[in-house]
């Protein structure tokens, strides 16, 4: 009987990936990690990606996808700064890396700024409204 002296921890499930460069390589996904694995990607883009956390609108025709957030890390990257794990979001059409707790605590504080410029519009718009019945 062999014993492994690096257990995997209970929560992380060793995978073997088929790469298109290196062929099949033994990885760890991380407990965040949904898992989400493809064969044929080039080692560098091997990543662990959690499931995806939305942030969604209701409008008159439906929800409505504002951005959403997920944890990634990849690494075989090339960059040291993208072998994670960070988070990463989307935001109208591509995604943006947010490595630290800081950079994501901005974020929120922008985000929250810009409640209080549409809650000002909501004013305003109510008040053009009510000028119009006022007509
Ligand atoms: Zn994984």
Redesign the pocket.
């Known amino acids: 009987m062999t014993h492994d002296p690096t257990p995997a921890l209970p929560d992380q499930r060793p995978?073997t990936v088929q790469t298109s460069d290196r062929g099949p390589v033994a990885v760890t996904?991380?407990s965040w990690?949904a898992?989400r694995?493809e064969d044929g990607e080039q080692l560098v883009d091997l990543g662990?990606v959690s499931e995806n956390t939305e942030l969604l609108v209701h409008t008159e025709r439906g929800p409505a996808e504002l951005a959403h957030l997920l944890f990634a890390s990849y690494p075989f990257a090339t960059q040291d700064t993208d072998h994670g794990p960070a988070v990463a979001v989307k935001l109208a059409y591509d995604y943006f890396s947010f490595r630290t707790d800081t950079a994501l605590y901005q974020l929120a504080d922008e985000i929250a700024a810009h409640a209080v410029r549409i809650r000002a519009i909501a004013r305003q718009l109510a008040e053009l409204q009510a000028a119009e019945v006022d007509r």
Do not use: E, L
């Open positions: 995978i996904c991380p990690c898992g694995h662990h």
